[in-house]
């Protein structure tokens, strides 16, 4: 029997890593009508390598696999031995290196599970966000996310994690700490805990956390209220905090937006899709066009949040999604983009679950801004350019609170160009309901 691998949802179409990401069915292992050769290859990690060989033979981008012969490359790959998945995985890796696309890779049935939690933007653990002091070297609480387990219990900004399950976090480092903390929803984890001196434990309940991606601020900037936006990644639950931010914001009497996009990676397509629609009312969003020259363009619907003066700030990180929504807000005239050159990631990939855990994303398009610009390897050169310095970087990680004010020399010319702008436009009614996404 032929075997067909699982698939993601279209909600979880990502564009992490600078790449992005939409989801697609995965095709059937072709192992011919022999059933004893049939078994065999099911039975071994073969089964793998042919089903991923074929996903690219079917989707790449570059019918030419990069001048390859690609079907010489899987009869190599199944007149192997392998005696283990690894060695098969192994295998793969380097015969996809023969495209000589970093976006067209394999992951391993961990990789491939952190990207799926990365993309769904929840995690099952406790909710706290942790950091080394860089004097003590003591891992601490940065911050106990909202709703979450360890706000529940007690946990304080400041707290010293100095155990986890009876195990010392000396010289441990942060992911470490962080993986032995996660796991499964209704387990428990057992933390020793330092706060002013006094040490004691606390034993909290995992639970399904759904992360913070999108942070916002109502400031008084002179005699102008200012709607600050931070969005970190394009996560399942990016477009709903987002829309609550603009609803939020609004209420309170924002005059102006500013939306920060430094340092934000990507994450899902569709996020980007919804976020572009919250602020362009009309006009193209991006276009995107396959290998067989096919295009198609994904347009807003009407269904803008505000029509406020908006800022965007990006810099050399903001890549692929961030791309998208920079790309339709510059391109609509709706924004003004401050900041550095964007990253410069313009490929579109598929991302398929395969039938052992793994998974394999594979390039099949390009996209395009709204006016047709191909920012791939070049980004998006901001209106206006405002480089940070190595001591203006160095500043800003060190204390990160100053990220946002009138210290962050890129904020500050936000704000100088909203000045500039003048008097905000009246804003739009805003919705009472959501809107409907394509």
Known sequence: ????????????????????????????????????????????????????????????????????????????LLSRNYTNRQQAYKA????????????????????????????????????????????????????PIENSPALRAGLRSGD??????????????????????????GSRVSLRIRRDGR??????????????????????????????????????????QMRKAIRDLSQQKAEAFVLDLRGNPGGLLQSSIEISRMWVNRGSIVRTVDRKGKSEEVAA????????????????????????????????RRATVVGSQTFGKALVQSVHSLSDGSGLAVTIAHYYTPKGTDISKKGITPDIKVDLTESDRVRLSANPRLIGTSSDPQYAQALAT?????????????????????
């Open 1 to 76: 029997m032929n075997q067909v691998c699982k698939r993601l949802p279209f909600y979880q179409v990502a564009l992490y890593g600078s790449a992005v990401l939409t989801a697609a069915a995965v095709g059937l292992i072709d192992v011919g009508n022999n059933n004893k050769v049939r078994a065999a290859l099911e039975d071994s990690p073969k089964a793998i390598i042919d089903e991923a060989w074929q996903i690219v033979n079917r989707e790449y981008v570059d019918p030419s696999f990069n001048k390859t012969d690609w079907q010489a490359v899987r009869q190599s």
């Open 92 to 143: 793969l890796q380097a015969a996809l290196e023969k495209l000589d696309d970093p976006y067209t890779r394999f992951m391993d049935p961990k990789q491939f599970e952190a990207l799926t939690n990365q993309t769904a933007g929840e995690l099952s653990g406790i909710g706290i966000r942790l950091e080394q002091n860089e004097q003590t070297k003591v891992l601490t609480v940065v911050e």
């Open 160 to 185: 010293e994690i100095l155990a986890i399950n009876n195990r010392s976090t000396q010289g441990m480092s942060v992911e470490d700490a962080s993986a032995l903390i996660r796991g499964e929803a």
């Open 199 to 240: 040490m004691f434990n606390v034993s909290i309940m995992r639970a399904r956390i759904e992360l913070p991606t999108v942070r916002y601020a109502l400031k008084q900037e002179g005699n102008r209220k200012i709607g600050y936006i931070r969005l970190n990644e394009f996560s399942s639950h990016a477009a709903d």
């Open 301 to 332: 619907n009407q269904t803008a949040l505000t029509n406020l003066p908006l800022v965007v700030l990006v810099d050399g990180n903001s890549a692929s999604s961030s791309e998208i929504l920079t790309g339709a807000l510059m391109d609509n």
């Open 418 to 438: 909203l000045e500039r702008q003048g008097l905000a436009k009246p804003a739009v009614v805003v919705p009472k309901a959501s809107a409907l996404v394509e």
